[in-house]
Each structure stands twice: as structure tokens, then as C-alpha cells.
């Protein structure tokens, strides 16, 4: 697996990377600094299956570098992991194509556990999958986006973080071909999952 970390800042890029490294078995880590450096990394490397992201970067600021990356890789999960400040760019990184919002401020295990989802994504999992193949979290997931819960409330019914539920439902939306809450609520609805 391919993964790309973008930071400005060197210390940031190399501790990320070296978690990375430690969560995948085998993972290749490309470590880039800017996204100007994004074309010559994929003509190097190849294609990433994972792009983890700073909002801040020398050659973008904000949620403009999650909107680039995800014209370019429409298909392939962006993480952005940041120190901006969530009240002002979470919605507006998810909203622009994000798949995960992390704030360097959580802790290791917090980001590790995020960053794990993504990495241990197992390949085919996509598509429709039936009852008996979803997980027992993926259905508790249904349950309570069916009762029309926020990612807030699903996190304290399970006793787990905001970001993990995030990483849960983007899991759960490609397993099942869906794009959006209501599509996964009205599939499950219709195809006997809840």
C-alpha cells in the first residue's frame, strides 16, 4: 500500500510517517512537503491509497488542497490530519471531499486508531455486501444512523471517538456503495440490514 503524507513541517512528516510504517504491514510511505510535489511523487511512486493531508501547507491554506487532492484522486481516501482548529475547518474539509478529520492535538492512540481503518482496508470490500457479511459494529452503525443520530451522539452511544466514527461510516459507506447517510439508511431499510 501507497501512502502519501503532505506536511510543511519535517518533524510532523517524519513522526506520521514512522506511525504509518507501524500500523501496515506492508506500507510504502511517500513523504511530500508541498502539493506542487504530488505529480512527480505519483510519476515515481504510483498512485497513493491513502493521502494524508496538513490544511496548511507553503502552496495552500484551508480546505483548497483536500478540493485538489480530491479532483485528482476521486476514488482514494484523504485523512486530513491538522493543527488547525476543528471549529473552523472540519465541516468544511469534509464537505470538500475528506474522508477523516484529525487534530494533532488528539492523542497517538486516537490518530493511530483513525489512520488503522484506512490502512487495513481490505481490498474488494466494496459493493454491496449481504447481512451476514457486514460486522456487528456496521450494523450497529445502520441502527443508529437509522434513528437519525449525528456522529456526536453515535460516539457517545458506543463509547468511542468522533473521529473513529467518521472512519467507521466511510468504511461501511463504500462496503455497502453509498454516498451518504440517508442512501445507507433507505439500502438498509430495503434490503432487510436493520
Not at 455486501?129 to 459494529?137: F, I, M, Q, V, W
Request: proline residues 4%; aromatic residues 4%; contains cysteine.
Amino acid at each position: 500500500m501507497s501512502v502519501f503524507v503532505i506536511d510543511g513541517h519535517p518533524l510532523m512528516r517524519e513522526a506520521v510517517g514512522a506511525l504509518i510504517r507501524r500500523l501496515g504491514q506492508a506500507v510504502t510511505v511517500i513523504e511530500l512537503d508541498r502539493l506542487a510535489t504530488v505529480a512527480h511523487a505519483v510519476n515515481a511512486q504510483g498512485m497513493p491509497e491513502l493521502i494524508c493531508l496538513e490544511l496548511v501547507l507553503s502552496d495552500t491554506h484551508g480546505v483548497s488542497g483536500v478540493r485538489e487532492l480530491r479532483q485528482q484522486f476521486p476514488d482514494t481516501p484523504i485523512v486530513v490530519l491538522t493543527a488547525a482548529a476543528a471549529k473552523d475547518y472540519e465541516d468544511l474539509a469534509m464537505e470538500a471531499g475528506a474522508n477523516a478529520f484529525i487534530q494533532k492535538s488528539a492523542s497517538a492512540g486516537e490518530i493511530a486508531n483513525a489512520l488503522r481503518a484506512f490502512l487495513n482496508e481490505e481490498p474488494g470490500a466494496e459493493g454491496l455486501a449481504p447481512p451476514e457479511k457486514l460486522s456487528k459494529r456496521q450494523k450497529q452503525l445502520l441502527n443508529l444512523l437509522d434513528k437519525g443520530m449525528s456522529n456526536r451522539d453515535i460516539a457517545e452511544s458506543l463509547q468511542i471517538s468522533e473521529h473513529t466514527v467518521k472512519v467507521h461510516l466511510w468504511r461501511l459507506f463504500r462496503r455497502l456503495n453509498v454516498k451518504s447517510r440517508s442512501q445507507a439508511s433507505h439500502l438498509a431499510r430495503t434490503q432487510g440490514l436493520l
